[in-house]
């Protein structure tokens, strides 16, 4: 199993930029394709960004492309996503997740971190 632990959130104006980090527990971080997905309110949760065991596959949204970065550091067993050019949409809980199919399910998610993005 791992545990997941994400911070970062917070208030920014639109056009700004947040980065959230995403720390998991354990020692088969190398395992897991991670991932982050985001739910706004009175929406479904939806899928923004996956990163694949490698580091060197990724597959973003199509609403985040070119905006959002996302990075693993296996060393500190964190994944970290950049977020540029932040825009009021943006504003959700940004959630991390972790599996260790390519393409199964999402088997594990942390609690969750606000990000808000005022106009």
């Known amino acids: 199993q791992v545990q997941l632990v994400e911070s970062g959130g917070g208030l920014v104006q639109a056009g700004g930029s947040l980065r959230l980090s995403c720390a998991a527990s354990g020692r088969t971080f190398s395992r897991y394709n991670m991932g982050w997905f985001r739910q706004a309110p009175g929406k479904e949760r939806e899928f923004v960004v996956g990163?694949?065991?490698?580091?060197?596959?990724?597959h973003y949204a199509d609403t985040v492309k070119g905006r959002f970065t996302v990075s693993r550091d296996s060393a500190k067993n964190t994944v970290y996503l950049q977020m540029n050019s932040l825009k009021p949409d943006d504003t959700a809980v940004y959630y991390c997740?972790?599996?260790?199919?390519?393409?199964?399910?999402?088997?594990?998610w942390g609690q969750g971190t606000q990000v808000t993005v005022s106009s």
């Open positions: 997740t972790a599996k260790t199919s390519t393409f199964g399910t999402w088997d594990y």
């Open positions: 990163i694949y065991r490698s580091g060197d596959s990724t």
